[in-house]
C-alpha cells in the first residue's frame, strides 16, 4: 500500500470514528434555551411528559440554576412515577427557593408513593397553607392521615372545608370521603388511633378549629376561641345531634362574636366529644345564629400549645390529667 494510500485508510476510519459517536452523546444540544423552554412548556400543556423531561434536562443543562424549570421538571418526573428522581429534583428546587404551591403539591406526591408518608403530610400542609382551596391536596392529605390512624385530624380537614363552602350556599365536596373515614373509623380498634395523647388542629380561614362529636350528629369542627367563655352553637345542631342537655337559663341576651345582639338559652349539655376525648357537664350558648365554637370552659381540660414551623401553624390539644 502507497504512504498516500495509508494516509486516506487513516482518515476514513478517523471520521467513522466520530461519526459512530455522535449518537452516543458525544455532541452537545446547541439548541437555544428560549426554544427549548418553550418546547418543554408545549409537551407540558400536551401532557407529554417524557418530551417535556427531555427538553427541560436539555434546558438545565445550560440554565442550571433556573428554579422554575427544575420544579417543572420535578412534575413532569413524578408524572411519569420516576417519584425518587422528582424528589431529589423538587429539593434542588426548594434549595434555589422556588415556593410555588405546584411544586409542594407533586412534591409530597411523590414523598407519598416513595413511603416517606410523615414527609408527605408536611408538604401537603405547606401546599393548603399558600392554596387552601386546592381539593386534591386536601383530600390526598386526609388519605394519609387516615393511614396514621388520625382519623379525628382528617375529618376536622374535610368538615372544615365542607362547612365553609355549605355558609356559601354551596353544596360540600368531601361527603363520601368523610363517611368513609367515619366508617373506617368505627371500625377500628381503638387502641390502634394514632390520637390517644393529643391531636394536631390546622387553621382555617385564620382560626384552629377542632373536630367535635355530639350525640347522634356526625363529626363537625369548632372553631377554638380563648376568647370566649362558652362554648357555642346554633340550635339545629343541637336539635341534630339529639343529645341529652339541662335548660339552666331559658332567655339571655348575649353578644356574639361578630358583635350581634342576639337571643341565646343556657344550657348544660350532658357529653360532647373534641377530638374522640369524652367530656362531661359541658356549659354552653344556644341560638339560631350561634357559630360553632369552643369557649375556655371546654378549653380548660385540655393543654393546648401552638407552633409555627416553616410557615405552617398547628395547635396540639392534649387532654389534662383532672
Not at 415556593?99 to 400542609?125: C, M, P, Q, V
Not at 381503638?190 to 356526625?218: C, H, T, W, Y
Request: with cysteine.
Amino acid at each position: 500500500m502507497h504512504a498516500m494510500d495509508a494516509k486516506r485508510v487513516v482518515a476514513l476510519i478517523f471520521s467513522a470514528a466520530l461519526l459512530t459517536l455522535a449518537p452516543l452523546g458525544c455532541s452537545e444540544n446547541h439548541t437555544p434555551p428560549t426554544e427549548l423552554k418553550k418546547t418543554a412548556t408545549d409537551c407540558m400543556q400536551n401532557q407529554d411528559y417524557e418530551c417535556a423531561e427531555e427538553n427541560w434536562q436539555d434546558y438545565l443543562r445550560q440554565r442550571p440554576d433556573d428554579s422554575e424549570a427544575l420544579a417543572a421538571l420535578g412534575i413532569a418526573q413524578d408524572k411519569r412515577d420516576e417519584n425518587e428522581q422528582a424528589i431529589v429534583t423538587f429539593q434542588k428546587a426548594v434549595g434555589l427557593g422556588e415556593g410555588t404551591y405546584d411544586l409542594f403539591y407533586y412534591y409530597a406526591d411523590s414523598l407519598a408513593k416513595t413511603g416517606k408518608t410523615d414527609e408527605a403530610i408536611d408538604w401537603y400542609y405547606k401546599t393548603l397553607t399558600i392554596v387552601p382551596t386546592l381539593v386534591d391536596a386536601r383530600s390526598d392529605l386526609a388519605k394519609l392521615l387516615v393511614q396514621k390512624k388520625r382519623y379525628y385530624e382528617a375529618l376536622a380537614l374535610l368538615a372544615s372545608f365542607d362547612e365553609h363552602l355549605i355558609a356559601m350556599g354551596q353544596q360540600p365536596y368531601f361527603d363520601g370521603q368523610r363517611i368513609a373515614i367515619e366508617t373506617a373509623m368505627q371500625q377500628s380498634k381503638p387502641a390502634d388511633s394514632g390520637e390517644k395523647i393529643q391531636i394536631k388542629l390546622f387553621k382555617m380561614d385564620g382560626n384552629f378549629v377542632a373536630p367535635v362529636a355530639l350525640g347522634e350528629a356526625r363529626v363537625t369542627t369548632f372553631v377554638v376561641d380563648t376568647g370566649a367563655t362558652l362554648t357555642t352553637m346554633s340550635d339545629k345542631l343541637l336539635q341534630d345531634s339529639k343529645t341529652k342537655y339541662e335548660v339552666v337559663q331559658p332567655s339571655v341576651i348575649a353578644t356574639t362574636a361578630d358583635g350581634r345582639r342576639v337571643r341565646a338559652r343556657l344550657i348544660n349539655l350532658d357529653s360532647m366529644e373534641v377530638a374522640g376525648f369524652g367530656l362531661k357537664d359541658v356549659p354552653a350558648m344556644v341560638c339560631t345564629t350561634c357559630q360553632l365554637l369552643l369557649g375556655q370552659q371546654a378549653l380548660s381540660r385540655f393543654n393546648l400549645s401552638s407552633s409555627k414551623v416553616q410557615g405552617v401553624e398547628f395547635m396540639m390539644l392534649k387532654p389534662r390529667k383532672l
